[in-house]
């Protein structure tokens, strides 16, 4: 067990809805990571937040946006959903940002079938 | 830009047989490499991590060296038991474009007894 929780474990919703993603941080940790894990391309990097500031942006579609709240929590909001959407959405932490902080801890990830 | 290219699997072994998965990577200056593990209807744990060339990570007898020269990090284990059944996932973490990972497309082992 990480220390890294996410929910829902499982999402199923039709083509052009909106969901929401949650993720809590390890104990401690200021940052969150958001990947998306899809079969044709492998693990890709969407965000990153710094104590509640957006510290780095990789391949993120404008549907998607991503906050993290003073608690520390982040959640992802997916919007104007495709089939394409469909995938292993993690999220991971480390103590803080830089290179001193590589080391990233994931959570199980939440699935999310789009219909 | 940088990026990691992983060796395409699936790969199925018998128990204690030799395992090399490649990677290699494309990065400018000095990225930190690492191997990557998820075991099925888990997130991924980290598994082993170099921070400079000729650095060697190691972690339950896997081993990967950091080789500047072939720009590798090849993750290697001597005997493979059934419990190493895995997806593995080679990793670069790099300052050169606002401190991202970059990941491989991941490595399905299999081991059978």
């Known amino acids: 067990d990480s220390g890294v929780t996410q929910t829902p474990k499982h999402l199923i919703t039709a083509t052009g809805q909106r969901v929401t993603l949650r993720c809590s941080p390890r104990?401690?940790?200021?940052?969150v990571y958001w990947y998306q894990q899809s079969l044709d391309q492998g693990l890709q990097f969407l965000i990153q937040y710094y104590n509640g500031e957006e510290r780095a942006k990789g391949n993120i579609l404008e549907r998607f946006s991503a906050q993290q709240f003073p608690d520390l929590h982040s959640e992802l909001n997916l919007s104007s959903l495709e089939l394409g959407d469909s995938a292993l959405y993690f999220c991971?932490?480390?103590?803080?940002?830089?290179?001193?902080?590589?080391?990233?801890?994931f959570g199980p990830g939440t699935r999310l079938t789009v219909l | 830009g940088d990026s990691v290219t992983q060796m395409e699997g699936p790969v199925t072994l018998s128990e204690e047989a030799c395992l090399t998965i490649n990677c290699t990577y494309t990065a400018t200056g000095y990225p930190s490499l690492f191997w990557y593990v998820q075991y099925p209807g888990e997130g991924l744990q980290l598994l082993l991590k170099a921070t400079k060339a000729d650095d060697k990570g190691s972690n339950k007898g896997f081993e990967a060296t950091y080789r500047k020269e072939t720009t590798s990090f090849h993750l290697e284990k001597g005997s493979v038991q059934v419990s190493d059944s895995a997806v593995y996932f080679c990793?670069?973490?790099?300052?050169?474009?606002?401190?991202?990972?970059?990941f491989g497309t991941g490595t399905s082992l299999t081991v059978i007894p």
């Open positions: 104990s401690g940790d200021l940052s």
């Open positions: 991971a932490s480390s103590p803080g940002t830089g290179p001193q902080y590589n080391e990233q801890f």
């Open positions: 990793a670069l973490y790099s300052t050169n474009t606002g401190n991202q990972f970059y």
